[in-house]
């Protein structure tokens, strides 16, 4: 209903209810205008659904593309063993394949801040490929660049040759240690943007600075899990002073905490 429409549908209706002059005229002015602002709250609303239905189309359309390439690359792992393992058949005492000398069809660390993001996603095309992790830390090496870099030239050779090592050391550096994961799984919410159909995106956002905490505080077991928990929570029920009191001792199960 457009706003002359509006000006005339409450116009007959202040009359009816025995309104008139100045008060008539206030009254009109103040209805039209709740109406055009609930109007345009609508427009807004609607125009936030479409932008996120748009993110949503567009996040599935981009999942699809990866679970295209990743089936991709599997099927490519999966030939070159069956060739490699013909090759051998043939020649057992022919040069073995180098895994180190491959360089991964990803682009290079642009942006340290989400060296997690991009380390797993290292690690799943890796793992695609059917790359021993041995290898892993020299075909990183070839995708690193700037900080990054000079971080990883800056271990020793027996580091650099260590995944889990380089890995370790990357995430501390751009601040992705297991404090800074436990920080963000507790005060992790769902974006603006996200509504009930897009629910998914935080849940999975939560657990994987969840699973993060968790990997990068050495837990392995149900018992260390429940202790990582349970000790959070009592923390959090003391003051500062004490909190640090307690860290300094660092214990590491419920009776010595």
């Not at 994961?181 to 919410?189: D, G, P, Q």
């Amino acid at each position: 209903m457009s706003e002359l429409d509006l000006y005339a549908k409450y116009l007959d209706l202040g009359v009816k209810l025995g309104r008139s002059g100045e008060d008539l005229t206030t009254w009109v002015e103040d209805k039209v205008r709740q109406d055009m602002e609930r109007s345009d709250r609508q427009i807004e609303r609607e125009r936030k659904r479409e932008e996120m239905e748009m993110q949503r189309e567009e996040r599935e359309m981009q999942d699809r593309r990866e679970e295209r390439e990743l089936k991709r690359l599997e099927l490519e792992a999966e030939t070159k063993k069956l060739e490699i393992g013909s090759r051998a058949s043939v020649d057992v005492s022919g040069p073995k394949q180098s895994y180190g000398a491959q360089r991964p069809k990803i682009p290079p660390l642009h942006d340290p801040s989400q060296v997690d993001l991009y380390l797993e996603r290292f690690e799943r095309h890796a793992t695609a490929f059917g790359w021993p992790e041995s290898e892993w830390a020299s075909c990183l090496s070839n995708l690193l660049q700037d900080e990054a870099l000079s971080i990883f030239l800056s271990l020793s050779p027996t580091e650099g040759s260590d995944y889990q090592a380089v890995k370790r050391v990357l995430l501390q550096r751009f601040g992705c240690d297991r404090n800074s994961f436990r920080s963000k799984f507790l005060t992790v919410k769902p974006q603006e943007a996200e509504d009930f159909g897009t629910f998914i995106f935080f849940i999975n956002r939560a657990r994987r600075y969840f699973d993060r905490w968790v990997e990068l505080s050495g837990v392995s077991t149900l018992e260390g899990l429940s202790y990582l928990v349970c000790s959070e929570i009592a923390l959090q029920a003391c003051d500062e002073d004490f909190v640090a009191y307690i860290k300094d001792r660092s214990p590491s199960d419920m009776v010595s905490l």
